[in-house]
């Protein structure tokens, strides 16, 4: 079975910002993507493509702006994307800015593949998908619309020429005016192709200056994110749906499942031992102090029957939960 792409929740902090300005309760974005809260702020955090592209679609209508991605994609270009602040520092050509936007989207996740084509006069800068991608992907397309002509209009400043600029993407619809008139726009295929003059290729990138108080972050480096946890945090998140398998959890991390089985392997763990671990924490951490019927409790993390949850607490601390809320052997 291929497994989905992933991308780190970095990609969506525009987003997230924009929403909770515009009122959006951190608990709720957390709920649509499936994640805790605090993981909200964390690079490591990876997001399977889909689900990414789903919150892109929700975000879109939450906010009642249908070219709500258009317009964040141009922000991310003018200082709101921290991750690529440093390709947008200045001094880079436009044809470097591409070439090095290309390999560092290469190494996180794989959701999509960027080319540049030179010919001549023109110049075409693909954007492709993988087939897994899900309709919603031309969220995540109209974003990166906005995003590219951003960058050329930086570059290009009074030499920027919108007429000589046509853009084929999945929606033109979901593209604002002040990112490209819809003359300049044609729906397409999944993904996205600029077609632009080459002589733009050649045009310096002016310095990007960040929004005022921006936390210096940077994308995780995917292949050493450390695998135990981005697991233990599959499992956590997931951890009263009973039938939540290695299959669902490799999955979520965008791993085929021998992957994350040998690898896991080699540090000496499983999924099943991970998940034993975090129930363990949680039940010895939480049963004492909530009042919450012992097979509810059971049923929270994932056990089908309180009798089981009570065998596997009395071998984790030789009393039965009952016992252990106590504080007393009766």
Not at 37 to 51: G, K, R, V
Not at 71 to 100: I, S, Y
Not at 139 to 160: Q, R, S
Not at 240 to 264: I, R
Request: hydrophobic share 40%; proline share 5%.
């Amino acid at each position: 079975m291929p497994t989905e792409p992933t991308q780190s929740i970095l990609f969506l902090h525009p987003f997230l910002d924009d929403l909770k300005a515009k009122g959006c309760a951190p608990e709720t974005m957390a709920h649509r993507l499936g994640v805790n809260q605090s993981e909200l702020d964390d690079p490591s955090t990876l997001i399977p493509a889909n689900t990414v592209y789903g919150f892109l679609r929700w975000s879109t209508e939450w906010s009642g702006e249908k070219t709500l991605c258009s317009q964040l994609g141009m922000r991310m270009a003018q200082g709101e994307w921290m991750p690529f602040l440093p390709l947008l520092a200045g001094g880079l050509t436009v044809w470097q800015f591409f070439l090095r936007f290309s390999s560092s989207a290469r190494d996180q996740g794989g959701s999509a593949i960027y080319r540049m084509e030179a010919d001549g006069q023109v110049a075409l800068w693909k954007l492709t998908r993988p087939s897994s991608a899900s309709s919603n992907a031309e969220y995540a397309d109209a974003t990166a619309v906005g995003f590219f002509v951003g960058v050329l209009k930086g570059a290009l400043g009074e030499m920027y020429d919108k007429s000589e600029l046509l853009v084929v993407t999945s929606d033109k619809t979901l593209i604002a005016d002040e990112v490209l008139p819809t003359t300049s726009v044609l729906d397409g295929a999944k993904g996205t192709v600029l077609r632009f003059p080459s002589l733009w290729l050649e045009a310096t990138l002016k310095a990007v200056d960040p929004r005022p108080n921006s936390p210096a972050v940077r994308l995780p480096d995917v292949g050493l994110v450390d695998l135990v946890e981005r697991t233990r945090r599959v499992v956590q998140r997931n951890i009263a749906v009973v039938d939540f398998d290695l299959t669902d959890v490799a999955q979520s991390l965008g791993m085929p499942v021998w992957k994350l089985q040998s690898e896991l392997r080699a540090t000496g763990t499983s999924v099943s031992e991970i998940r034993n671990e975090v129930r363990k924490k949680i039940a010895i951490e939480s049963i004492g102090t909530t009042d919450i019927d012992i097979a509810q409790f059971a049923s929270s993390l994932g056990y089908t029957s309180s009798s089981n949850f009570a065998r596997a607490f009395r071998k984790w601390t030789g009393l039965s939960p009952s016992q252990f809320r106590r504080g007393r052997v009766t």
